[in-house]
């Protein structure tokens, strides 16, 4: 009587798994037939039945609810990390904005000139400071994530004090009479030198003619005035040279495009224009924005598949 009783259970184990495996492949092919949505509520439904004939979860049914939420979390996380990368975007464009009201109240307060610049002295981060160093949160863009250089000591070269894609410029060190700008300041903006007013000619290798020097031109929403960049400034002209790879850095301020060159916004910058209007800029039209007077928008453009290869697959032209 025993081992006929035995035998019995185990028979009725075995059409009970036998079952699990038929139910298993009966939720495998309706997943595969009418898609994920109706696989969950197949799901759903199925283990609601068994429950009522039953006080626990099996293995497999365990292995089936935690393979419909690792399926779920395999397609939500990528479109969360894009979510997160426009908000991040959304709040730098609010910086550059903020910026802009900054440049705006400079320009009024100066007769609508920007400060006048030469070798030594005229940088924007000394100029402005009054006007910006109260309000630390828009010094960076929320994708930066660390500072090149911690005062003390800093560093007071290109190189040296530049950042990166994701690394803020500074903090700036010592330097002969603080020519430089202020001593530990920082940031991850950087602007377009041409709008300066040229106070010698020329002005780093460049003609003071070609700068802007006020707010008050014409086409102003196609001139750059502030932007993503790893260094505080940059003089790009129509024939530099685009980056070899993200985050290379020249030093030259001759060859200065790649300063904006900066895969930060997925395949763009973000800026604020002349006409204190901000929104993305995509790094190919980089060469297609009216930097100086004498930048020519229709000049030939690099040959991204062998110049940059990582930019060939960008937006742009």
């Known amino acids: ?154 560093d007071s070269s290109t190189l040296g004090a530049g950042g990166g894609t994701f690394t803020a410029w500074g903090k700036i060190g010592e330097t002969p009479n603080e020519s430089w700008g202020p001593v530990g300041t920082w940031g991850s903006y950087g602007i377009n030198h041409w709008v300066y007013a040229a106070g010698q000619d020329p002005l780093y290798g460049q003609a003071a003619k070609d700068y802007w020097g006020t707010v008050n031109v014409r086409g102003g929403a196609s001139i750059p005035l502030f932007l993503d960049c790893w260094f505080f400034c940059g003089g790009p002209e129509h024939d530099d040279t685009p980056p070899s790879y993200d985050g290379e850095r020249l030093a030259p301020h001759t060859d200065s495009m790649n300063r904006f060159c900066i895969n930060r916004h997925q395949g763009g910058i973000n800026s604020v224009f002349l006409d204190y209007s901000a929104r993305k800029v995509w790094l190919k039209e980089l060469w297609r924005v009216k930097w100086a007077r004498n930048f020519s928008m229709t000049a030939p453009l690099p040959h991204w598949q062998t110049e940059a290869p990582w930019m060939s697959q960008f937006k742009g032209p």
């Not at 696989?39 to 979860?57: D, H, K, Y």
């Not at 900054?102 to 940088?123: E, I, V, W």
């Open 1 to 154: 009587m025993v081992a006929g009783g035995s035998e019995k259970r185990h028979d009725n184990a075995w059409f009970g798994v036998q079952g699990l495996c038929q139910s298993a492949w009966a939720a495998g092919r309706a997943a595969a037939e009418i898609g994920l949505g109706a696989f969950v509520r197949f799901g759903l439904s199925w283990g609601v039945w068994t429950m009522g004939r039953r006080n626990g979860f099996t293995l497999i049914e365990l292995l089936v609810v935690i393979a419909i939420i690792a399926l779920l979390m395999a397609i939500l996380m990528p479109a969360l990390q894009r979510v997160k990368k426009q908000a991040r975007a959304v709040v730098c464009q609010s910086n550059l904005k903020q910026w802009g009201t900054l440049f705006a109240m400079y320009t009024d307060d100066n007769n609508g000139f920007f400060p006048r610049r030469t070798q030594s002295s005229g940088r924007w981060i000394n100029v402005l400071y009054d006007y910006y160093y109260r309000d630390e949160t828009i010094r960076c863009c929320p994708m930066v994530t660390k500072i090149a250089a911690e005062y003390p000591p800093g």
